[in-house]
């Protein structure tokens, strides 16, 4: 099955899906949320406030969301090298990841393909994102056991209390420290930058 890319497929609109329940507020009135971010300093400061309260962090590196899975809710700023000639920084209101294609052999795209809150489904190349953020609820933060014996195959994450990289992890061998650094747990934490050692009491 062909599933790769085609640039002129992306200057046509994308079908909104009819089955899609939208809010009873919704109408052929309603302003979107995005186009009041893209058009109002104002409301972008407070609105961006409000995703920073309710839990939302930006991905340290944008490629960093093929880590994640179907169903993960994102929103994304544009870098302006877009084929729709939108500024760069323009806001998106993202939707749920649905699939990834991490390398694509024949023109070397980085994309994934995203459901948009009317239901369309988009494609969207990493070479044309500035910014992804994420939820991250308090529940999601990663836990790690305090590493206790020291190895010569260590695995270091970022503290941001102390604003150094410290051990998290000491394998047993580098097969140990490889199948660490691989995991979907370690990747979440480097990821977020929102983990934290397990509590314990003596």
Not at 4 to 17: A, G, M, R, S
Not at 66 to 79: D, S
């Amino acid at each position: 099955m062909d599933n790769k890319i085609k640039p002129h497929l992306q200057k046509y609109p994308h079908i909104p899906d009819q089955k899609t329940k939208h809010d009873p507020r919704f109408n052929n009135k309603y302003i979107s949320i995005q186009d009041k971010v893209n058009n109002d300093s104002d409301f972008e400061k407070i609105y961006f406030k409000k995703l920073v309260d309710d839990g939302w962090v930006a991905l340290k590196n944008v490629e960093q969301i093929f880590i994640y899975p179907p169903g993960k809710l994102f929103k994304y700023r544009l870098n302006g090298n877009t084929l729709s000639n939108v500024d760069e920084g323009t806001f998106r209101s993202g939707g749920f990841l649905i699939g990834k294609n991490i390398d694509d052999p024949d023109n070397n795209h980085k994309y994934f393909l995203y459901k948009a809150f009317n239901g369309a489904v988009f494609s969207l190349q990493i070479k044309d994102i500035l910014e992804i953020y994420i939820k991250s609820k308090k529940k999601d933060v990663i836990n790690f056991k305090v590493p206790h014996k020291i190895t010569k195959f260590p695995v270091f994450l970022k503290s941001t209390i102390y604003d150094e990289f410290i051990p998290v992890y000491y394998a047993r061998d580098s097969f140990d420290q490889n199948r660490f650094i691989n995991s979907f747990k370690y990747k979440k934490a480097l990821n977020s930058g929102i983990w934290s050692f397990n509590q314990s009491f003596s």
